[in-house]
């Protein structure tokens, strides 16, 4: 049995060299749809809004927000994943720079650059399972979060931590996946799962409650590492929307590699 998860430490390398596969491919392009969704549901064209994302690595949301034309915080820990950031800011038009700023640190300490309800919508996505424990992040965020505003998280489905391992064969894993909260990812990385409820509960804890969330990667979680997409554009196509249709119904998005909750204070 690994150790318990508890770091992204050392994954910057491999995570950046999987970005334009299939699995996260469909992720991006899942979380990019359900949070325009979430954010035209909520704040029905409101016009620019503050954000800030924690954890935001090679920056594909926060760019696609900023291209929308929100005004972007993007805050890691990793000057590698960082640095991915700032060079993919850099390939963008003048009046996307400008609505974004990267900043290196430890999303725990939030408290210490901003003040609480300072932004709109704070995204942490992928991070959560480096964490041992999701609790103390969760409650910064939160306290960034401005009145009516929302929460975004991406965590491991520990509710079907044993699907992608079965799927694959790995009956090994799979039987071991029941009974744990931890799991090996593709990164080489112990990391670990939340399950939905333990999530909820949370979000109610720290006065965020849970307003809708999705499933992320129903159809693909189990794809090879490298898988490519499709090279017919209306099969990538049909793909993205048979994995948006799973993502929001049950009992599809139950079984999906991710989490997508979306939290309103
Ligand atoms: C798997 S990547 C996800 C990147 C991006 N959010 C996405 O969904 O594509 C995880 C990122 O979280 C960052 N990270 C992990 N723990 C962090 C922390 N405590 N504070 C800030 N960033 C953190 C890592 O450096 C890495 O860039």
Not at 42 to 52: K, T
Not at 117 to 135: A, E, I, N
Request: aromatic content about 6%.
């Amino acid at each position: 049995m690994p150790a318990r998860g508890g770091s992204f430490a050392g994954g910057a390398g491999a995570w950046l060299d999987r970005q334009h596969g299939l699995r996260n491919v469909v992720r991006q392009e899942l979380v990019g749809r359900q949070l325009a969704e979430e954010l035209a549901a909520h704040f029905q064209g409101a016009g620019a809004l503050r954000v800030l994302d924690v954890g935001c690595g090679q920056a594909v949301q926060a760019l696609r927000l900023a291209r929308a034309g929100h005004l972007v915080t993007g805050l890691d820990a990793d000057p590698v994943t960082l640095g991915a950031a700032q060079a993919a800011l850099a390939a963008e038009p003048p009046e996307v720079r400008e609505r974004v700023r990267l900043l290196s640190g430890d999303g725990h300490q939030c408290g210490r650059w901003f003040r609480p309800g300072s932004f709109d919508l704070v995204l942490c996505h992928g991070v959560l399972m480096y964490l041992p424990d999701p609790d103390p992040l969760i409650a910064s965020l939160a306290r960034m979060v401005a009145s009516g505003g929302l929460l975004s998280l991406v965590a491991r489905n520990r509710d079907a931590l044993a699907m992608r391992a079965g799927l694959t064969g790995d009956w090994r894993a799979a039987l071991q996946a029941f009974d744990t909260d931890h799991y090996a990812d593709r990164l080489g990385l112990t990391a670990r799962a939340d399950r939905l409820a333990d999530l909820a509960t949370t979000l109610t804890e720290v006065a965020v409650p849970l307003r809708n969330w999705y499933g992320v990667r129903v159809f693909t979680d189990a794809a090879a590492d490298h898988a490519p997409l499709p090279v017919d554009g209306r099969q990538l196509a049909q793909l993205l929307d048979a994995e948006e249709r799973a993502g929001r119904e049950d009992p599809y998005r139950r079984v999906a590699g991710l989490l997508h909750l979306v939290g309103a204070k």
